[in-house]
């Protein structure tokens, strides 16, 4: 039998455990957390004496047997640019302190959650549509979770660099929102006959080989106004140094060595942009001239101007050194420009002494190239030397060096092949290179006997160009092009 003496201890002890927060954990999902209700259904155990008469104390031992009631991130939505890093998200909960959390689904490629913190960090390494992303913090009593919108968007273009061959210098512009280009001013001196100019993924060197000097220059870009500042004296490089490229992870660059007849690999230094090479050449074809790398930065490809063929190698991750990927493979005349979509699927190069682009697919395995068959004329005595893919790899491009015009074509995501899109549009006196703003939006083409870059809109359905603002002015003869880009 219940004494009175017995029932009134078991009440005492179950009301001390009522006002220690021994509420029960419900199942229900009350807008995405877990409820602690106290044992009678009513108020929550917030505000008890337990609790010093706070509604929440996360993570402190008063709350180490109370599940966590709320969970939150700083940013949210949050918006990540590829190839930049991403800003550190940072969590905040209530309730009971969370000892560990999870996402669902995984994140995009480059970013991830620390499982004991709950940041979300790292730099993405690939375009991702606005998606929901559930976060759940959990601890032995319960769990709660918040869903984090967040997209990874392309860079916006920020600067573009044009190459003066003749000058010796480069010419700097400000990127407007509508594409327009307004001049920095001041050339900026380079060795003697910079033949071509990058700039790494995330906008904060440019580099430029020079031609007759056999050397590469090398420049940081000041984010807020575009200006270059040299990084010292340029550095020796072989014979008639020629095309460049930096891989999308912003690690090595590469230069085709055009008397030579091979590719020469640097390792870039992330904080300085001081380049060092990775070891002896590796021998291309005879005059190795464009040169392009996949959006995984596993393969590199050269078109080889004389031999009319195009190189594959295989990079190494870590060490940055080339290895060739099978024989080379044929082209049709005098090969020049060369690019690879952004899928990774294709290679598509301008064969300027025969009009016309050759296409090919690449092993994904061990990026050897297999021909797609015939090739695309660009109409007869066009020239094309160089080419460019919008960020979608939807439509191509191609610069026809002799007839002054740029042709838009689309391509097949499937099969690789290309479909003429209208009528080639007219640019300024033999557009030597082409490039894509980040966003896809702009078309840029310097014309290297009128001194001038002519800017396109592209019709983001369709892939046509369309005339846009009058040309830019540069130095005497511009024949590369380069974007910095920034963040969004």
């Not at 009513?42 to 706070?54: M, P, R």
């Not at 005059?287 to 050269?302: E, I, N, R």
């Not at 598509?348 to 690449?362: E, F, L, T, W």
Request: net charge negative.
């Amino acid at each position: 039998m219940l004494t009175l003496q017995r029932f009134v201890a078991l009440g005492s002890l179950c009301l001390a455990a009522v006002l220690a927060g021994c509420g029960s954990t419900s199942s229900v999902d009350a807008g995405g957390q877990d409820a602690a209700t106290s044992m009678d259904g009513g108020a929550s155990d917030a505000g008890t004496a337990s609790d010093a008469g706070t509604a929440s104390d996360a993570g402190t031992a008063s709350d180490a047997g109370s599940p966590p009631a709320g969970l939150s991130y700083a940013v949210n939505p949050a918006t990540c640019t590829i190839h930049f890093p991403c800003p550190a998200n940072v969590p905040s909960s209530t309730g009971g302190a969370i000892v560990s959390y999870a996402v669902s689904p995984a994140l995009p490629s480059g970013l991830a959650l620390d499982t004991v913190t709950g940041v979300v960090s790292g730099t993405p390494t690939v375009v991702a549509a606005t998606a929901t992303y559930r976060v759940t913090g959990s601890n032995p009593a319960g769990s709660t979770f918040v869903d984090l919108s967040l997209t990874v968007g392309r860079p916006k273009a920020k600067f573009l660099y044009a190459a003066n061959y003749f000058a010796n210098s480069i010419s700097g512009f400000t990127v407007a929102s509508n594409g327009a280009l307004t001049s920095l001013g001041a050339t900026t001196p380079t060795g003697a006959a910079p033949i071509a100019v990058v700039s790494d993924p995330r906008g904060r060197f440019v580099w430029a080989t020079n031609f007759t000097d056999n050397s590469i220059s090398g420049f940081s870009v000041n984010p807020t106004t575009g200006a270059l500042t040299s990084l010292g004296t340029p550095l020796a490089a072989a014979a008639k140094v020629n095309q460049l490229v930096v891989t999308p992870t912003s690690r090595f660059l590469y230069a085709t060595n055009y008397t030579a007849g091979t590719v020469s690999g640097y390792a870039i230094d992330g904080a300085t942009g001081a380049l060092t090479s990775v070891g002896a050449d590796v021998a291309a074809e005879a005059s190795p001239q464009g040169v392009a790398v996949d959006p995984s930065s596993k393969f590199l490809y050269v078109a080889n101007y004389s031999s009319q063929s195009v190189s594959a190698f295989t990079i190494n991750g870590a060490s940055a050194v080339l290895t060739s990927a099978g024989a080379a493979i044929a082209a049709g005349t005098t090969p020049h420009g060369i690019v690879v979509e952004p899928s990774g699927r294709f290679v598509y190069v301008a064969n300027q002494g025969s009009d016309d682009i050759s296409a090919y697919s690449i092993n994904p395995t061990t990026g050897e190239l297999t021909s797609l068959g015939a090739t695309t004329g660009t109409g007869a005595s066009s020239g094309p030397a160089s080419l460019a893919v919008e960020p979608t790899g939807r439509f191509l491009y191609v610069g026809n060096l002799l007839a002054s015009t740029v042709g838009a074509y689309s391509i097949n995501t499937s099969t690789g092949a290309l479909t003429k899109i209208g009528s080639n549009v007219a640019t300024g006196t033999n557009p030597a290179a082409l490039i894509v703003d980040p966003s896809g939006h702009r078309l840029y083409s310097s014309n290297e006997n009128s001194n001038d870059i002519s800017v396109f809109a592209i019709d983001a359905t369709t892939g046509a160009l369309t005339s846009s603002g009058t040309p830019a002015a540069t130095g005497d003869h511009p024949v590369s092009l380069a974007i910095a880009a920034g963040a969004l």
